[in-house]
């Protein structure tokens, strides 16, 4: 590894300074910061770190293990069209995971700094300047990552005190849950991570639960039979496993999509890596140990619940399975402590959605491209990122009340995931890139390097999933019942380009129109922590003013 210790990081410490400008031409875009400056990576105060590997390793779990274990089977079911086809999805969706993991660990080890996709796209691609950021800055607030698992909290809620779920009380129930995470993550940083880590080890307990007693129902141990008033399940045998396998090549991406869904978060530990204590030695550790968890998790509890709970009822079941599981072996009054135990672990999976996302926010607000940037980037009053988790809970909430009933499961989740997916495309493409000698003046040497062929397969992977969904569905396999079935990715490109809309008026037109160049500084905020702030320098004047 080029000599490189594990715990070393690929980039040292950057002086905060001015950055270089002088030698660069006067015009538009082309005046900014000299690319040999950049402070790439984070001088954030050691007092500030406060993930460890217990938590780094919840950090993942916790955001991984949400809605997609209890919440998803019915889902992928559909696409899939048989019990074999929706454990192909899985190990395929697996070893995707697993690529990603192995790239994200390796970016995480050079680029030790908060931010995720974010960092390593302005990294990789550094000209025109500014563009990577604000293409990526309009996903990062207006994707409302804790609107679906909201619902899926209220649902869960609803069913274990016996409330008929409605659209409203659903949504009460859900809003009330993610205030209560902005609460605890933005006032109280120590108990909220201490509650998060505690809510990612109960999770783990009762997915073991649930692995358990699946794998006794299906050997025939005494006591965990399917009670009599419920169908017995016959999912295991050749034919009615792979019954209902023909489906289509959209319908088969639909159900990936769903897949990868619940696999998404195996990221997570890198949107908060200016808060890992050791970094690079900690995220080399965690994320492949949290992968383990999962992927063991995931595939045991679907074979649980085919064990126990018959095709059908999974599909008409919507997002109640497990609960369906425990009915099916315990009576449905421990259907409903399960519903109150699932609440608790999607409570889980939203804190450390909240946790990381909000970071995010706070990383594009250190950008200093962002409008009211010292805003987003403080860490007042309670030295956490309350203005970044704010946003993304404001964003959450207005998504979770305005989504519609029927399809809007289905579209906000792949209109959450095309974006990741072409992250990720962009991400692992650069990493490619990096390899090559045209980016040798990059000097890409991090501590850990995934094997090319797993990039490349990582890659590959997610071509074929931004591509496949514009291809139309074959009768009777549609993605939505109502809504076209491009319609995600339309709105998620769309998203995309009012922040490259943003840079040209701000980044180029503007500049170029006015006769001013644009230089970023790094300033150190109140709590030692540096941001970025922009200056506008007149071409033909020694005069600056603030951005």
């Known amino acids: 590894m080029d000599g490189l210790s594990e715990t070393e990081p690929l980039l040292r410490p950057a002086q905060v300074q001015r950055k270089a400008t002088d030698h660069i031409p006067v015009e538009g875009y082309l005046s900014v910061q000299d690319d040999a400056a950049r402070n790439t990576f984070d001088d954030v105060p050691d007092a500030k770190k406060q993930i460890g590997l217990a938590s780094a390793v919840m950090l993942i779990f916790n955001r991984v293990i949400g809605t997609g274990a209890f919440a998803a089977p019915s889902v992928i079911l559909r696409s899939s069209g048989s019990v074999g086809m929706t454990f192909v999805m899985w190990i395929l969706g697996t070893l995707v995971a697993c690529a990603g993991t192995a790239v994200f ?32 800055a309009v996903y990062g607030l207006l994707i409302g990552w804790l609107a679906i698992n909201s619902v899926v909290f209220g649902e869960y809620t609803l069913n274990a005190l016996a409330i008929q779920p409605t659209t409203v009380n659903v949504r009460v129930v859900g809003f009330l849950c993610s205030t209560f995470c902005l609460i605890v993550h933005g006032a109280f940083l120590d108990y909220g991570l201490k509650l998060q880590d505690a809510l990612g080890f109960f999770k783990l307990f009762v997915l073991f639960i649930i692995a358990v007693a699946g794998l006794f129902s299906l050997i025939g141990v005494p006591g965990f039979a399917v009670r009599g008033e419920y169908d017995v399940p016959h999912n295991f045998t050749w034919s009615s496993f792979w019954e209902g396998s023909g489906i289509s090549l959209n319908a088969f991406v639909t159900g990936m999509y769903n897949v990868i869904w619940a696999y998404s978060g195996y990221s997570n530990a890198n949107y908060a890596l200016s808060e890992v204590q050791d970094p690079v030695r ?72 909240l946790f990381s996302q909000g970071r995010v926010v706070q990383e594009l607000g250190r950008e200093g491209v962002l409008p009211f940037s010292s805003f987003f980037a403080s860490n007042k009053p309670f030295s956490t990122p309350l203005a970044g988790l704010f946003t993304q809970w404001l964003v959450s909430m207005i998504i979770m009340i305005a989504a519609p009933p029927g399809d809007a499961y289905l579209f906000v989740v792949n209109f959450s995931l095309y974006p990741v997916t072409m992250f990720y495309l962009l991400i692992s493409g650069g990493l490619l890139l990096l390899y090559t000698p045209a980016f040798k003046s990059y000097e890409w040497r991090p501590p850990f390097r995934a094997w090319k062929s797993v990039v490349v397969f990582f890659f590959v992977s997610h071509v074929f999933l931004a591509i496949l969904p514009m291809i139309p569905p074959t009768a009777g396999s549609e993605t939505y019942e109502h809504l076209p079935y491009w319609s995600h990715v339309v709105i998620a490109v769309s998203v995309g380009l009012l922040g490259i809309i943003y840079w040209f008026v701000c980044f180029y037109w503007l500049p170029k129109k006015r006769g001013y160049r644009i230089v970023q500084e790094t300033v150190l905020q109140d709590d030692g922590v540096p941001r970025n702030v922009l200056r506008k320098i007149p071409n033909r004047s020694d005069d600056e003013g603030r951005a």
């Open 105 to 136: 660990v390796e970016f995480g080890t050079g680029l030790p700094k908060s931010g995720g996709e974010k960092t390593y796209l302005e990294f990789i691609y550094r000209r025109p300047r500014f563009l990577a950021t604000c293409f990526y």
């Open 282 to 353: 900690t995220i080399r550790r965690a994320a492949p140990l949290a992968l383990i968890l999962v992927a063991v998790a995931f595939l045991s509890v679907n074979v649980a619940y085919f064990a126990v709970v018959s095709k059908q009822d999974i599909l008409e079941g919507g997002t109640m399975a497990a609960a369906l599981f425990f009915r099916n072996i315990f009576g449905p009054a421990t259907e409903r402590i399960l519903s109150a135990v699932i609440a608790l672990s999607v409570l889980g999976n939203l804190m450390s959605i």
